[in-house]
């Protein structure tokens, strides 16, 4: 199965942050462990609580959720935490630092804030890919920087201090992000050519040598400064090595590690505004159709397409390096233990399959007319077969059920037959 590689922030740490003690030489230490451990903890709560305008924290939530920034300020027993998606709402509650086969601070009370990606809802009955509780990774008291393991989720973070008011900073951080606009860029590195795609709606980097498989390219994921976009953990490309990047954009460059990223503009490029919009949607081999709209879902990141079903809205995600949709196999309903998914059907082949990534992607060739067109192919997940349409399928835990045959789309049945396309209603 072709899959984009991912760099991970899911890897395991060896975790160590004292020394362990040797049964063999009890006088290498001249107190107990536990002391010694207890000790670490209050210097890093003395540490935190020192802080004038508290921290910021790099975090990075489940993969279909774009990393964040926490602005949190603490006392000795208590956190002050705001997001820099709403940095006037706050919220204070407890914390612990405690041992639990190690170093760990936990956000113990109930934060509407601090478990905002970590507490499950309707929409996301497994929450957000979040965490509350992490271990302790490093401690450096010098350069103030304390580095997190999510204890469920094993991804990073980082604490550093703030050196303005939260609210003042995040404003700077939004002004940044207003500015950066470069969906693509391009560079020699170490004697390849290496392009990337920036989809800022999602905070990830689409990077590898120019025409390269999919599958060969690496996605890094990244949360926004005032002036820098820092990766949720270095890569390399070749023999270089990148953490952070800063953005000249008189130039249109993406800086780091002595290589400048230059700005283009991908072929069909079409933004996220312009998708927004009625249109003739086609089906059957382009004989039948039907009238659809795409509408905001969340800003810059997906859209919801009306009149596909009068039972649900199918959501497409907008890829912001390259200009294009995709559409993959989702939940759209379900009854007592029945599950409803829209499911990538290769009609030709007569198979479908329920597999989670599997979709389409919608491109389109000529951007420079108001109704263009978006052509739908597969994505290139499925490995044995070539998604082209769609069907109303139904699951009962891991096992088929059967056609959804109570529901209908747009085309009068559960079935959406390719191949697939969408013309632009120009106003």
Not at 26 to 49: C, G, H
Not at 236 to 247: A, K, P
Not at 283 to 300: A, Q, T
Not at 406 to 418: C, E, H, L
Request: net charge negative; charged share 20%.
């Amino acid at each position: 199965m072709r899959k984009l590689k991912l760099i991970s922030i899911l890897a395991t740490v060896a975790f160590a942050v004292l020394p362990a003690c040797q049964q063999l030489e009890p006088d290498a230490f001249d107190k107990p462990s536990s002391t010694r451990m207890s000790e670490f903890l209050e210097d890093i709560r003395a540490t935190l609580a020192a802080e004038q305008y508290g921290w910021t924290m790099d975090y990075f939530p489940g993969s279909k959720y774009a990393g964040v920034t926490y602005a949190l300020k603490f006392t000795n027993q208590e956190v002050t935490a705001c997001l820099e998606t709403a940095p006037t709402v706050t919220e204070t509650s407890s914390y612990a630092l405690k041992t639990d086969d190690g170093a760990v601070l936990s956000f113990d009370t109930y934060n509407t804030v601090l478990h905002a990606y970590a507490t499950p809802d309707q929409k996301n009955y497994q929450a957000k890919g979040g965490d509350f509780e992490f271990e302790i990774s490093s401690f450096d008291k010098e350069k103030k920087e304390i580095v997190l393991i999510g204890k469920r989720s094993r991804n990073h973070c980082t604490l550093r201090p703030l050196t303005k008011p939260a609210e003042e900073y995040f404003a700077g951080v939004k002004e940044f992000e207003n500015s950066l606009a470069i969906p693509a860029a391009a560079a020699t590195v170490d004697g390849k050519e290496i392009e990337l795609y920036v989809d800022s709606g999602n905070r990830s980097i689409t990077i590898g040598e120019k025409g390269a498989e999919e599958a060969d390219l690496q996605i890094v994921r990244y949360i926004l400064t005032e002036n820098t976009l820092r990766f949720s953990q270095p890569f390399s490309i070749g023999n270089v090595e990148f953490d952070e990047w800063t953005y000249d954009a008189q130039n249109g460059t993406l800086n780091g590690s002595g290589v400048s990223f230059v700005k283009f503009i991908p072929p069909g490029y079409v933004t996220f505004e312009e998708y927004l919009g009625d249109y003739t949607f086609y089906y059957n081999n382009g004989n039948r159709n039907f009238k659809v709209s795409l509408v905001e879902d969340e800003p810059g990141r997906s859209f919801k397409m009306k009149g596909f079903s009068t039972y649900f809205e199918p959501v497409l995600t907008f890829d912001g390096g390259r200009g294009r949709l995709n559409w993959v196999k989702q939940t759209i309903g379900g009854s007592g233990s029945l599950e409803y998914i829209l499911a990538p059907w290769d009609s030709n082949a007569g198979y479908l399959t329920w597999m989670d990534g599997v979709g389409l992607i919608g491109s389109v060739e000529d951007n420079s007319v108001p109704d263009f067109v978006i052509t739908f192919a597969d994505n290139g997940v499925w490995e044995d077969y070539t998604a082209d349409a769609w069907l109303l399928w139904s699951m009962n835990g891991d096992a088929s059920a059967g056609a959804v045959s109570s529901w209908t789309t747009a085309t009068g049945s559960y079935q959406v037959p390719g191949a697939l396309s969408m013309k632009k209603i120009a106003e």
